[in-house]
């Protein structure tokens, strides 16, 4: 069975940092691009970062150079990393996963439960 | 940014009723266009990509279409598990982005 499981959120003060972590389950994350995305409170769900299973990396403009993903194969794990943290930040964090397909990419077809970032003083 | 605009908003539906949410690309997406279902305190659930593709383990009552920049989600009966919030996606460019989401309530 597919799973993926975040683990890392919390409650940090603006300029903070904090590491996130995806573990995956029941496949090789390591032949699947792995995504992380965010929604906030009311707020419509946003793509934060990609890594693909070739090691290309992408980040919204929003996070480019405060976030970093990053991937342990050994561990079957995923990470972002965010530091300089903002009460903009503030968001349930979800790790999903992207299918290689023969025609494309399946986007997000499974996902975690989400962990929760708050940042505030 | 691809900027993705969905409507309505809301909609107010019976059990039984066709529902029709449309989504639209500020640019050309070639059909990499997704749909979700959201309930609270869940996770997103896949149910179309490619435009029109269902998505494995679906529900038929939910096809999707394209013409252009204009996409289009249908609920060819809605029942009770339907109510949710739906979202559309695009996946042709990096920032991929969303719809604002179309809430489908209870009439």
């Known amino acids: ?121 | 940014d691809i900027q993705m605009t969905q409507s309505p908003s809301t909609l107010s539906a019976s059990v039984g009723d066709r529902v029709t949410i449309t989504c639209r690309a500020s640019q050309s997406i070639n059909r990499w266009l997704a749909w979700y279902q959201q309930k609270p305190g869940k996770a997103p659930k896949l149910l179309i990509h490619k435009a029109s593709s269902l998505q494995s383990g679906v529900s038929r009552s939910f096809s999707g279409s394209a013409s252009g920049t204009e996409f289009t989600l249908t609920i060819t009966s809605l029942q009770p598990d339907d109510f949710a919030t739906y979202y559309c996606q695009q996946y042709d460019t990096y920032p991929w982005t969303f719809g604002q989401g179309t809430k489908v309530e209870i009439k």
């Open chain 1, 1 to 121: 069975e597919v799973q993926l499981v975040e683990s890392g959120g919390g409650l940090i003060q603006p300029g903070g940092s904090l590491r996130l972590s995806c573990a995956a389950s029941g496949f090789l994350a390591r032949g699947y691009h792995m995504t992380w995305l965010r929604q906030a409170p009311g707020k419509r769900l946003e793509w934060v970062s990609a890594t693909h299973s070739g090691g290309t990396t992408y980040y919204a403009e929003s996070v480019k150079g405060r976030f970093t993903i990053s991937r342990d194969n050994s561990k079957n794990t995923v990470y972002l990393q965010m530091n300089s943290l903002r009460a903009e930040d503030t968001a349930i964090y979800s790790c999903a996963r992207v299918v290689p397909d023969d025609s494309g990419w399946i986007p997000f077809d499974y996902w975690g439960q989400g962990v929760l970032v708050t940042v505030s003083s």
